[in-house]
């Protein structure tokens, strides 16, 4: 059954720190990742990734591919209490696109 | 749990005619939202509801309607499809605005 699994659920850190979001994904006929990052009413598109190995950046957030292992990580560089929010991992394929349960990160002061 | 059910998964439709795109949660979340994936954008929001009676326009509202008639249901009506509806459907539900959204199977929607 095709799937995917985001860890941690829940993460709490303080400013300043670095965290890694994890997805992982079992999916046929792979097209591509996306995240997502979840504050208010709808989700805000961060990155598509559709191949391995090379790094999206955009400011202290970036994320890579990697599709032998079927996985992907999102890292958030010295955090603010701004990016507190939860981020949402979406897999697509040929005809369908799943989302994964989200990781809710909490960044405090 | 069936969680947030769609339905139907696939529809072609000719230009003009309307159709109603379902979705069904049993979580008894308040918040529930339709959004359209397109390739290369990210999903965007077409309308939301925080509670049975209560609906509200996201970003791209022209073209459809919505109701919540019940907890449960948020059905999307397109009136007059037209092909720049072409798009995947999806619908999600949460407990509240800033809880985690939990998404359903997503309608492919195809407007000739």
């Known amino acids: 059954e095709d799937k995917v699994v985001q860890s941690p659920l829940s993460l ?38 559709t191949s391995s190995g ?13 599709k032998k292992e079927l996985f992907s990580i999102l890292n958030i560089t010295a955090t603010q209490t701004g990016d507190s929010a939860i981020y949402l991992c979406a897999v697509e394929d040929n005809n369908d696109m799943r989302f994964g349960a989200g990781t809710r990160l909490t960044v405090k002061p | 749990n069936a969680g947030v059910t769609q339905t139907p998964k696939f529809q072609v439709l000719k230009t003009g005619q309307s159709m109603t795109l379902q979705c069904a949660q049993d979580m008894n979340h308040e918040y529930m939202s339709w ?9 965007r929001l077409i309308h939301y509801s925080v509670g049975a009676g209560i609906t509200d326009q996201g970003e791209v509202p022209n073209g459809y309607n919505v109701s919540r008639s019940t907890t449960e249901d948020f059905p999307l009506r397109l009136l007059s499809a037209a092909p720049s509806q072409t798009s995947v459907y999806f619908c999600a539900s949460a ?18």
Request: hydrophobic letters at 35%; a positive charge.
């Open chain 2, 95 to 112: 407990g509240g605005l800033t809880d985690t959204q939990y998404f359903g199977p997503g309608t492919r929607l195809t407007v000739l």
């Open chain 2, 35 to 43: 959004y359209r994936q397109d390739p290369g954008m990210g999903l």
């Open chain 1, 12 to 49: 709490v850190v303080h400013e300043g720190d670095t965290v890694t979001l994890n997805c992982s994904y079992e999916v046929t006929n792979f097209r591509s990742l996306l995240w997502y990052k979840q504050e208010k009413k709808a989700p805000t598109f961060l990155f598509m990734l």
């Open chain 1, 54 to 66: 090379i790094e999206k950046k955009s400011g202290r957030l970036s994320s890579i591919l990697d």
